[in-house]
Nanobody, 127 residues
Framework: QVHLVESGGGLVPAGDSLRLSCVASGFTFGRYSMAWFRQAPGKDREFVAGLNWSGTVIDYPDSVKGRFIISGDNAKNTVYLQMNSLKPEDTAVYYC????????????????????WGQGTQVTVSS
């Protein structure tokens, strides 16, 4: 059974940094791509960063490009999201998710592709 647990969220002032972690279990880590999404109140869940099963990084959306960095540690079954130069508009619940399809090629993550989600971690950026 797939289990994802996010941590690292919090309340920070604009311009600060946070690093989120997502510890995964219940599947073979190197076979599935993983992604971070976020959801602000009243808005749809949106993709922010993704890591292919091969270890390559999926293109970031413009909203976070140059500020967010995704990385993974296969030995720890963990995916990280380093968030720098945070802005108030980054305020949201951040979720990690695993692609429901193994070894997907040229993945462009959307929520309906996700097989399992973590419980989410709240990130609040004050102005």
């Amino acid at each position: 059974q797939v289990h994802l647990v996010e941590s690292g969220g919090g309340l920070v002032p604009a311009g600060d940094s946070l690093r989120l972690s997502c510890v995964a279990s219940g599947f073979t880590f190197g076979r599935y791509s993983m992604a971070w999404f976020r959801q602000a109140p009243g808005k749809d869940r949106e993709f922010v960063a993704g890591l292919n099963w091969s270890g390559t990084v999926i293109d970031y959306p413009d909203s976070v490009k140059g500020r967010f960095i995704i990385s993974g540690d296969n030995a720890k079954n963990t995916v990280y999201l380093q968030m720098n130069s945070l802005k108030p508009e980054d305020t949201a619940v951040y979720y990690c998710g695993i692609d429901q399809r193994a070894y997907r090629y040229r993945w462009k993550p959307i929520p309906s592709d996700i097989g399992s989600w973590g419980q989410g971690t709240q990130v609040t950026v004050s102005s």
